[in-house]
């Protein structure tokens, strides 16, 4: 019977322990991307922590896997997958390799935080913003945590994002 207390209390401890909150600029949640032609999609949990500038963005599968990891830094980003590790001048090479479309990642950071990005012009819509040819869908975004970005020339993508609650 001791035995049974002392392993619920250590596994209370440490289910405790994993609930370190997360920093006002971490986001997880997930992506969904879907491209037209030729039809094909990817989706995976994620966790980003960061910015445009330096940040990271852990991706998992379904099962837990991890797909992929990817850091980045001004001027370098790497991507981890398995037990391989490749250096990109960009973030935005860095996409190409990893969704195997160029999306604008640097970008992104800042739209799954409901705004445009600074390093680009953007235009404002009644449900969002345009913005590097992408429109910006967050008419969900308040509520449900949804932003949705699509890009109309070819190929046609889409992004669709469900952010967690920030707890």
């Known amino acids: 019977m001791r035995r049974a207390w002392l392993a619920a209390a250590v596994f209370g401890v440490a289910g405790c322990a994993a609930t370190v909150p997360r920093a ?44 992929g990891e990817a850091q980045w830094q001004p001027g370098a980003a790497r991507l981890r997958t398995g037990e391989s590790s490749q250096d990109f001048v960009s973030l935005d090479a860095l ?3 990893l969704f195997g479309q160029p999306l604008p990642l640097a970008a992104l ?27 910006v869908d967050l008419s969900r975004y308040a509520g449900d945590g949804v932003i949705v970005a699509t890009r109309e020339r070819d190929p046609k993508l889409s992004v669709r994002v469900r952010l967690e609650p920030r707890s």
Not at 115 to 135: H, I, N, V, Y
């Open 95 to 97: 996409s190409q390799s």
């Open 24 to 67: 006002p600029t971490d986001l997880s949640g997930r992506l969904a991307l879907r491209v037209e032609a030729p039809a094909h999609s990817f989706s995976a949990d994620f966790d980003l922590r960061g910015d445009a500038e330096r940040g990271q963005l852990h991706l998992t599968g379904p099962l837990g896997t991890t797909l």
């Open 109 to 135: 950071v800042d739209w799954l935080r409901g705004r445009p990005w600074p390093g680009a012009a953007s235009t404002s819509r009644t449900d969002g913003f345009e913005q590097l040819g992408w429109a």
